[in-house]
């Protein structure tokens, strides 16, 4: 058996960090070594370098192609050092976005478009794709008013684009799931934190039992 790679999915504001912290703590105690959490862009050294570079404010030069690279060359060292060896040791993978956010964040929202950002990112992960995706979908103004009033944390590059950058985002992450039924499983990010921690554990659950016996 592969392990399983599940990622999280969804616009800035969904609630993706809040809802991963309390389903981690959730399944610590069951899987114990066998869960493996990370994050993109970073989980390892270089991809940090490259994270620090992409959300640093003051490179308002960067341009967009630049910016898709980063992100997948991010990716790629992302998938050698940790997902890869996590998966061959049979570990189940929680991770904090992967390729649809570049689709979605640089095809749709930087308008390079959604399936050379798509092809590029296939050199990238040589075609790795998550068992599942969990998709937090919300609608762009409620998830950028969450971010404005709750967040203390420094807003980065990304957060501060316009409405339409955000909506552009949505619209094609809900593309992403309608193309892809089986793997991305699209939960309602309005609901209230513990109704969206329990449907996104329902669906962990139910798709990997074998984790669970
Ligand atoms: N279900 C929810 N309902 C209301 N506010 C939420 C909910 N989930 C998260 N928040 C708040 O919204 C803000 C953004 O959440 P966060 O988890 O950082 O989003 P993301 O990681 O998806 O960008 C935080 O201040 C968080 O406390
Ligand atoms: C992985 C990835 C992230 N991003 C963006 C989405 C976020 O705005 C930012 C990551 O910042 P982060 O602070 O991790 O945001 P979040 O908590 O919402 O995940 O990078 C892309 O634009 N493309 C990508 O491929």
């Known amino acids: 058996m592969r392990g399983k790679f599940i990622s999280f999915e969804g616009p800035d504001g969904a609630g993706k960090t809040t809802a991963l912290n309390t ?3 959730d399944l610590q105690p069951v899987l114990a070594d ?3 959490v ?3 862009p970073g989980g390892n050294r270089i991809s940090e370098a490259i994270r620090d570079i992409i959300l640093d404010r003051q490179n308002t030069e960067m341009d ?3 910016e898709a690279l980063l992100y997948a060359a991010a990716r790629r060292q992302h998938i050698v050092e940790t997902i890869q060896p996590a998966l061959a040791q049979e570990k189940m993978v929680l991770c904090d976005r992967y390729v649809d956010s570049s689709v ?3 095809g749709a929202g930087r308008k390079i478009g959604t399936q050379e950002v798509y092809q590029m990112n296939l050199f990238a992960t040589a075609g790795l794709l998550p068992d599942l995706t969990i998709y937090f979908d919300i609608p762009s103004e409620i998830g950028l008013q969450r ?3 709750h967040r203390t ?3 980065n590059r990304l957060d501060v684009e316009q409405l339409s950058f955000h909506k552009r985002v949505r619209s094609s992450y809900l593309e992403i799931a309608r193309k892809a039924p089986q793997r991305v499983k699209t939960i309602d990010a309005t609901k209230s934190r513990a109704q969206v921690v329990k449907d996104v554990e329902a669906i962990i659950v139910a798709q990997n039992g074998e984790f669970f016996k």
């Open 23 to 25: 389903i981690v703590a």
């Open 34 to 36: 066998k869960l493996v």
């Open 153 to 155: 944390d420094e807003i």
């Open 38 to 40: 990370t994050r993109e």
């Open 147 to 149: 971010i404005m009033t």
């Open 64 to 66: 967009d192609r630049t």
């Open 104 to 106: 979605a964040y640089q």
